[in-house]
């Protein structure tokens, strides 16, 4: 089943300090967590948590977002082509086009979205 969004959104990770990335954030029965590792105005760096059955509904962003699983799959469909990741798998969607993520099964990611460069809307 698909979800909006029911995470919990933490502050930045502690900095100068060594991780374990996959290990950053832990999975929540029924949830989508997310965790943030840089928030920055020209962009930000989060990782992602999702129990099985979650996943995040469709939207389209107008930047470029990074998209690496560093845990199990999941599916990427990006404009309606479905693309499957499997751990250390990474894709870039590309600014203002559709995406969503689907699960399979459980699944961890890295999401870097870079603002500089583009007209904010």
Known sequence: ???????????????????ITVEIIEYIPNSVVIKT??????????????????GLTEKKTPFDTFIQLIDGQAEIVID?????????????IPAHSANTIKPNGRFKLIQTIIKSGYDQI
């Open 1 to 19: 089943m698909l979800h909006k969004r029911s995470e919990k959104e933490i502050s930045e990770i502690e900095k100068s300090k060594v991780y």
């Open 37 to 54: 590792i840089l928030r920055k105005s020209t962009g930000n760096i989060s990782v992602m948590s999702f129990d099985s059955g979650e």
């Open 80 to 92: 309606g082509k479905n693309q499957l990741l499997k751990t250390g798998d990474a894709i870039v």
